[in-house]
């Protein structure tokens, strides 16, 4: 239903950039976001854009991750800059219904569509 793409190795503190292209099912949607979940560890919100333009980061990525959002071409981007070895994991995009609390659009509770997720590995 959401197709990501983009990932791959790269050194650290180099770029990447990620795409999540949206299904029909998932237009219109209040709030599109990306998830990670490294080896051995949990699911945890990145950052995220509602349809508005109201942007929530996580503070590991503040400063470093942007995401955009094209209401025209219906896709999600996560451009990723200064890449650390913490950084890798599979990487997920997510749509969900935007209920105006920045609580909830951190929880992965409130996406009801996810990406298959992309790897994005950072070497040393």
């Known amino acids: 239903q959401l197709q990501a793409s983009g990932g791959g190795l790269v050194q650290a503190g180099g770029s990447l950039r990620l795409s999540c292209a949206p299904s029909e099912r998932t237009l219109g949607r209040g709030i599109m976001g990306w998830f990670r979940q490294a080896p051995g560890k949990e699911r945890e919100f990145v950052t995220a854009?509602?349809?508005?333009?109201?942007?929530y980061s996580a503070d590991s990525v503040k400063g470093r991750f942007t995401i955009s959002r094209d209401i025209a071409k219906n896709t999600v981007g996560l451009q990723m800059n200064s890449l650390k070895l913490e950084d890798t994991a599979v990487y997920y995009c997510a749509a969900g219904i935007y209920r105006g609390s920045s609580r909830l659009a951190k929880s992965d509770s409130e996406y009801d569509y996810w990406g298959q997720g992309t790897l994005v590995t950072v070497s040393s």
């Open positions: 854009i509602t349809r508005s333009g109201v942007i």
